[in-house]
């Protein structure tokens, strides 16, 4: 039997007003694997993850998450198969499969770690307090944070607050975790303490789409390497893809990035 796509997009485009960006975008991600995302500011890496999460609507073309489409439910109407489009519920149903990590960890600052990651299982789960700081301390401690459960953010370093925000997607147990530079707005020294969590989670299975320009960690993680240029896929490939690049334009980018 085969195995259905964790992600599939097929043919997706978005465009702000007149501004195009992203042109169409074929990309599938299978359950337990790792893609890594590589390219330039601007190519519209951000803008794709944001529409797996249904933080913006496409313009055009399919995204299937788990081989359900997202966003819109096929109905018969008048004997025609048409699409409606979900309510809110249905698609926080969907985003719920979905953990995502920015560049800013973005952590309420008046509660603490535990509190921080308690949040969302609480408040939009309704998960019951006691299970929920179980729960909690025990995705704290995957993230190596089982000493830091009652610091503010304003005591948690850069690369403690990254993992923190790590947590905290995991404390909803999504099927897929969604990074976005999660590494960039940190200190150097603090880098590798989060790409060793995404590694280990890597480890145990989770299935995983980042954007970084950690080409190391592409390299030793990383099941596919997508290169996005100008709202394209330009090349895509498994990690050796990276020391053996094809398209001109990745050839450039990896000499400027390396
Ligand atoms: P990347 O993450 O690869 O740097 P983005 O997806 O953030 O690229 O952005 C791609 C293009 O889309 C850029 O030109 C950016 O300015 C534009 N863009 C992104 N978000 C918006 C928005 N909400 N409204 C208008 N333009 C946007
Ligand atoms: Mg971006």
Same mark, same amino acid.
């Given at each position: ?46 803008? +794709? ?37 979900? #309510? ?27 509190? #921080? ?62 990074f ?14 989060v790409l060793?969590v995404m590694r280990?989670l890597a ?5 995983m789409?980042c ?5 190391? +960690? ?8 997508? +290169? ?15 020391? #053996? ?14």
């Amino acid at each position: 039997m085969a195995t259905i796509p964790a992600i599939k997009a097929t043919g997706v485009h978005k465009a702000y007003g007149s501004l195009h960006v992203l042109k169409g975008v074929d990309l599938t991600v299978m359950p337990g694997t790792v893609t890594v995302i590589l390219g330039p500011s601007g190519s519209g890496k951000s803008t +794709f993850l944001r529409l797996i999460n249904q933080l913006e609507t496409l313009t055009g073309g399919e995204i299937d998450v788990n081989g359900e489409m997202i966003g819109y439910k096929p109905v018969e109407r008048g004997g025609q198969r048409v699409l409606q489009t979900l #309510n809110d519920k249905e698609v926080a149903a969907q985003r719920a499969k979905l953990g995502m990590v920015f560049q800013r960890f973005n952590l309420f600052p008046h509660m603490t770690a535990l509190e #921080n990651v308690m949040e969302a299982p609480v408040h939009v789960k309704h998960v019951h307090k006691r299970e929920a700081r179980e729960l909690a301390v025990a995705e704290l401690q995957r993230v190596g944070l089982g000493d830091r459960l009652d610091y503010y953010p304003s005591q948690l370093s850069g690369g403690q607050q990254q993992r923190v925000a790590i947590a905290r997607a995991l404390a909803m147990k999504p099927e897929i975790m969604l990074f976005d530079e999660p590494t960039s707005a940190l200190d150097p020294e603090l880098v590798g303490e989060v790409l060793g969590v995404m590694r280990s989670l890597a480890q145990d299975g989770m299935t995983m789409v980042c954007v970084t320009h950690e080409i190391g +960690f592409a390299r030793e993680v990383a099941d596919q390497v997508v +290169f996005m240029d100008g709202g394209v896929v330009v090349e895509k490939g498994g990690p050796e893809i990276i020391a #053996n690049p094809t398209e001109p334009r990745f050839k450039d980018f990896l000499r400027h990035v390396l």
